[in-house]
């Protein structure tokens, strides 16, 4: 009960800054309440030994095996989820962004699951990570939170099909990375954001409001039910919230329309 006081205060908090958002939120507070009381209604199972820490995948296998050398620091439960969304991407073309690169690890650990045809990029803010460059690893060093620096990193780089911001990990350098980067991303590319911490984390507040623009219903097709989509809905396919992790999926085809067409002949009187 304790954290959801002091997310409640901490929402009170940021939308007293901004007044006409306050009024928008204020007609959802109700049903976001709502969601948050639902966690004491689950039901509670005795969890399966290894269900978030033997994750049967490539990289899992990497992982667990990989007790020298560079240090991979990562949730094991993320595990997973990066299979599960960078799987499709193995033994093709793909240029990989790292943000938050520390020891080094989890470069070669990406470079040996996506195979040849990967290209790395990293980012760091210590000049030391420059060591780890190779002739399939560059390197660059600046502050995630400066959007210069992103303006910089678009001119000197081709486009990126994997993101993964493991940086700072503070909510203003994760949503300046996401709003610099996510809308230069081409067509099927996957931006992750991890590290998302804490019941009142801003970042989840910032990837709430964009799944919002995904429920949208804009301009009527005519002739069926049917909504012509927005800008949010044909760029993004899907948004994803694990613990601590987000994962944004961008459509391989843009839709021009989001429709509900009927299939049939019989049909009950209801409607």
Sequence with gaps: MYYKLRLLLAILKNFIRQPRAFVRFASLFPAFIRGLAIEERLALRAPDEGDATSPSNPLWDYFSKHEKGPGIWKWTHYFNAYDRHFARFRDQEVNLLEIG????????????????????????????????????IRVFIGDQESREFWARFRTDTPQIHILIDDGGHTPEQQMVTLEEMLPCMPVGSVYVCEDIHGISNRFAAFAAGLVQSLNACNGMVSGVLGFTSTRAQQEINSIHFYPYLCVIEKHENPPSTLTAPKHGTEWQPFL
């Design 101 to 136: 690169i520390y020891s080094g690890g989890s470069l070669d650990m990406w470079l040996e699951y996506f195979g040849d045809r990967c290209r790395i990029y990293g980012v760091d803010i210590e000049d030391a990570c420059r060591s780890y460059e190779t002739d399939r």
